[in-house]
């Protein structure tokens, strides 16, 4: 059975979705060397194709970031629009979903919805891979990614042996659940020192918006 993936950032293709599926196919190409269709929801004129690519697909895995303790909403749009479709075979359903929290925790109330979404459309769920800390990994240096992407690797490798995500990996990139005390210690430092924003500060100011950072339009 050949796999599909959507990648659910708005980002599209420059996306921290599209580094981690790089690095997932990677080793998922260890092991099967079929063509992967890649498909991006943020492209809007695409939208009928993803559709019937979607109807027509096997396995699928979705990947897309957690945006406030929400998926964005071209994902919502497309699990709307894919919920009208009249499915007419069985598919196996997995995601993967990643954000800039530290802690993991954030996502697994997605999660539960992601797994009543897929047994309303009668569809085998596979499971949700939940990865926290993710934003900045493209301007991290390569000794700060190498265990995350060999997690990745060794994801896809497995899925591709076994049409289902590893238990093991995924406990493994679960962590941490929760912000202990000597990461909380460490943000505090951090904070105070502005060193927690500079990744926010900086595109902030490459898209000169630095000076509004404290603006409130919806405020009378």
Same mark, same amino acid.
């Given at each position: 059975?050949?796999?599909?993936?959507?990648? =659910?950032?708005?980002? =599209?293709?420059?996306?921290?979705?599209?580094?981690?599926?790089?690095?997932?196919?990677?080793?998922?190409? #260890?092991?099967?060397?079929?063509?992967?269709?890649?498909?991006?929801?943020?492209?809007?004129?695409?939208?009928?194709?993803?559709?019937?690519?979607?109807?027509?697909?096997?396995?699928?895995?979705?990947?897309?970031?957690?945006?406030?303790?929400?998926?964005? =909403?071209?994902?919502?749009?497309?699990?709307?629009?894919?919920?009208?479709?009249?499915?007419? /075979?069985?598919? %196996?359903? +997995?995601?993967?979903?990643?954000? +800039?929290?530290?802690?993991?925790?954030?996502?697994?109330?997605?999660? #539960?919805?992601?797994? /009543?979404?897929?047994?309303?459309?009668?569809?085998?769920?596979? +499971?949700?891979?939940?990865? *926290?800390?993710?934003?900045?990994?493209?301007?991290?240096?390569?000794?700060?990614?190498?265990?995350?992407?060999?997690?990745?690797?060794?994801? =896809?490798?497995?899925?591709?042996?076994?049409?289902?995500?590893?238990?093991?990996?995924?406990?493994?990139?679960?962590?941490?659940?929760?912000?202990?005390? *000597?990461?909380?210690?460490?943000?505090?430092?951090?904070?105070?020192? +502005?060193?927690?924003?500079?990744?926010?500060?900086?595109?902030? %100011?490459?898209?000169?918006?630095?000076?509004? #950072?404290?603006?409130?339009?919806?405020?009378?």
């Amino acid at each position: 059975m050949k796999l599909t993936i959507f990648n =659910g950032s708005p980002r =599209g293709e420059d996306s921290n979705s599209t580094i981690l599926i790089e690095q997932f196919l990677t080793g998922y190409n #260890r092991i099967n060397s079929d063509n992967v269709s890649i498909n991006y929801i943020s492209k809007s004129k695409l939208e009928k194709e993803r559709k019937e690519i979607f109807r027509n697909a096997d396995i699928i895995l979705i990947f897309f970031p957690l945006y406030t303790d929400c998926m964005p =909403g071209i994902v919502k749009n497309f699990f709307e629009d894919i919920f009208e479709l009249k499915i007419n /075979k069985s598919k %196996k359903i +997995g995601f993967i979903v990643q954000s +800039g929290f530290p802690e993991s925790i954030h996502s697994t109330f997605v999660e #539960r919805y992601l797994n /009543k979404f897929t047994q309303r459309l009668k569809c085998e769920y596979l +499971g949700t891979v939940i990865k *926290g800390g993710v934003e900045g990994i493209k301007i991290m240096p390569p000794v700060m990614t190498k265990k995350l992407f060999s997690r990745f690797q060794d994801l =896809g490798e497995y899925f591709a042996k076994n049409e289902s995500f590893s238990p093991e990996i995924k406990k493994k990139l679960l962590k941490p659940y929760k912000m202990n005390f *000597g990461r909380k210690i460490m943000f505090f430092i951090f904070s105070k020192t +502005g060193m927690a924003n500079f990744y926010w500060n900086s595109n902030l %100011k490459k898209n000169n918006a630095f000076a509004k #950072r404290f603006n409130k339009p919806f405020v009378e």
